[in-house]
């Protein structure tokens, strides 16, 4: 059983947990995931994990109320407990050797980009971040990453805050004035991440990208997480979650997750009735 040391709502449908997990948090780096069962006869889901204090012995994870499952996790509160908390899973990030990057992070994926931003930071890498909203109340996590980066730009789509546009027109605006990033590292919506690499692709700049937005149970089994890259058959959770994102065939990634939101649109309403 792991307990919740503290809960927080970071925008109406995105909350953040401090979780005990001592073991996990003694192993885990930026890019890893957890899987958790809220209940014993639960699903398993897969969160990556947002940071961890090895001292503290805790993991921090966020999530977004999408299904049944986090529907759930969101009902509990301070002291409560999650039944099964496994990890840390998945390879950790390559970031080794990066000196200037430029991390994007797209709605509730700059949860996922956050720990990677930092960890590049705290290895001595010059760290641009570009983070994305649909409007000012779905940012999160702005201190954060102006705290792990030397230039920290936000957009939203409707101008409510920061920059009106989208994240790409930061990037190409970067580009153009002459940045030379060794690598882009993009997490969000499969589209963000579609038209980032369209972008970087055109101007010859390594991307990798997150591809844990499609998991489902993150065990292998399922095959939600199948995706074709550079032409070959991989699974998110076993082969990564992180893959160079100019080999992605993001068309087929796209069309195969709308199935599965369809799914946990029904089992949530399910559930709440
Ligand atoms: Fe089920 Fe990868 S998430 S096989």
């Known amino acids: 059983m792991y307990k919740i040391i503290k809960k927080e709502v970071l925008n109406p449908t995105v909350t953040k947990m401090i979780v005990e997990a001592p073991l996990v948090a003694k192993k885990a780096k930026a890019g890893q995931f957890i899987i958790l069962r809220v209940h014993e006869s639960g699903e398993r889901i897969p969160l990556t994990i947002a940071d961890y204090d090895r001292k503290e012995g805790t993991i921090t994870i966020i999530f977004q109320v999408v299904g049944k499952t986090t529907m759930l996790l969101n009902q509990l509160e301070e002291n409560d407990l999650i039944h099964d908390f496994v990890g840390p899973l998945g390879k950790p990030s390559h970031i080794e050797g990066l000196k200037k990057v430029c991390v994007i992070g797209g709605g509730v994926g700059s949860a996922i980009a956050y720990p ?119 699974f998110a959770c076993v082969d990564g979650p992180d893959f160079d994102g100019h080999l992605i065939d993001f068309d087929e990634a796209i069309k195969r997750s709308a199935t599965y939101r369809d799914f946990e649109m029904h089992q949530r309403e399910a559930a709440c009735n």
Do not use: W
């Not at 705290?122 to 996590?141: P, T």
């Not at 605006?173 to 882009?184: A, H, K, R, S, Y």
């Not at 010859?204 to 997480?225: A, E, Q, Y």
């Open 116 to 234: 990677v931003a930092k960890a590049l930071h705290e290895q001595g890498s010059e760290v641009s971040v570009i983070a994305g909203f649909r409007n000012k109340d779905l940012v999160i996590l702005e201190k954060e990453f102006a705290a792990v980066s030397e230039r920290f730009y936000l957009v939203s789509d409707d101008g409510s805050t920061g920059t009106k546009g989208l994240v790409t027109d930061i990037l190409e605006q970067l580009i153009q004035q002459g940045e030379c990033f060794d690598e882009v590292i993009a997490i969000g919506p499969l589209i963000m991440m579609k038209f980032v690499c369209e972008l970087t692709k055109k101007h010859h700049i390594k991307t990798i990208v997150s591809m844990n937005p499609i998991m489902i149970d993150g065990t292998g089994m399922c095959g939600g997480c199948r995706l074709s890259v550079g032409g070959e058959v991989k």
